[in-house]
């Protein structure tokens, strides 16, 4: 069965430093999607993308989170200048076209920002 | 704006009793709803999910949840626990290509 894979699977950084979470989301899925989850805490939406656009983004993802699909197979989510407070687990999900289908999640990379 | 209300963060059962977790739901339009399971450190496992139909939707690993519109709410159940269903539990809804809103979650302790 297709599954939403993601790389590294744990990263750790220095804060400051920039870091890039690589998802490669089911093959004919449209819709994608980052979340992220803080150590006990929700998972919460960062941004969605369809089209090569952003379609929707929330207050978290500010101006230090970017999104891609450099190559129409991987989906990436880029942190320019990490912080402390960025460490968490960001999960990659992605839809296929029909609405009655669930966001599948992938399984997750754990960022540390020292 | 849509919303997942969890009440209970933590909840302890006996192996063998059933359970229930509850879940409140606010969304504008006719939501989807899910339960998905984590364990620690591990990803997010879809248990079920409601999108429209028979308001009684049978799940993996023998869940079920009952959508109740006028009470708002997609309550999470299993007639006998395992000491395996020990893990978090999310409620959260959604609606087509939008968001999934997660609700803040509900630890299961299962004792013997």
């Known amino acids: 069965e297709p599954e939403v894979t993601q790389t590294p699977s744990h990263q750790v950084t220095q804060m400051g430093q920039e870091v890039i979470l690589r998802c490669v989301p089911i093959s004919n899925h449209l819709y994608f999607y980052w979340y992220r989850q803080i150590l006990g805490q929700k998972v919460e939406f960062l941004v969605s993308f369809y089209n090569n656009e952003i379609s929707e983004k929330s207050e978290i993802f500010d101006d230090q989170f970017s999104v891609e699909r450099p190559d129409g197979s991987n989906f990436t989510l880029k942190i320019r200048s990490t912080k402390l407070e960025d460490s968490a687990m960001y999960f990659c999900?992605?839809?296929?076209?029909?609405?009655?289908?669930?966001?599948?999640f992938g399984p997750g990379t754990r960022l540390t920002v020292l | 704006a849509q919303s997942v209300t969890q009440p209970d963060i933590h909840i302890t059962v006996s192996e063998g009793a059933s359970l229930e977790l509850r879940c409140n739901y606010s969304y504008g339009a006719t939501p989807y709803l899910f339960w998905y399971v984590q364990s620690p450190g591990q990803g997010l496992q879809l248990l079920l999910k409601?999108?429209?139909?028979?308001?009684l939707v049978q799940g993996i690993k023998g869940f079920e949840a009952e959508f109740k519109r006028s009470q708002s709410s997609f309550n999470l159940r299993k007639p006998s626990v395992h000491w395996s269903d020990a893990a978090e539990y999310f409620c959260a809804v959604g609606g087509g290509y939008q968001k999934v809103t997660f609700g803040t979650g509900t630890k299961l302790q299962v004792i013997p």
């Open positions: 409601y999108f429209s139909g028979d308001t």
């Open positions: 999900a992605s839809q296929p076209r029909s609405s009655y289908n669930e966001q599948f």
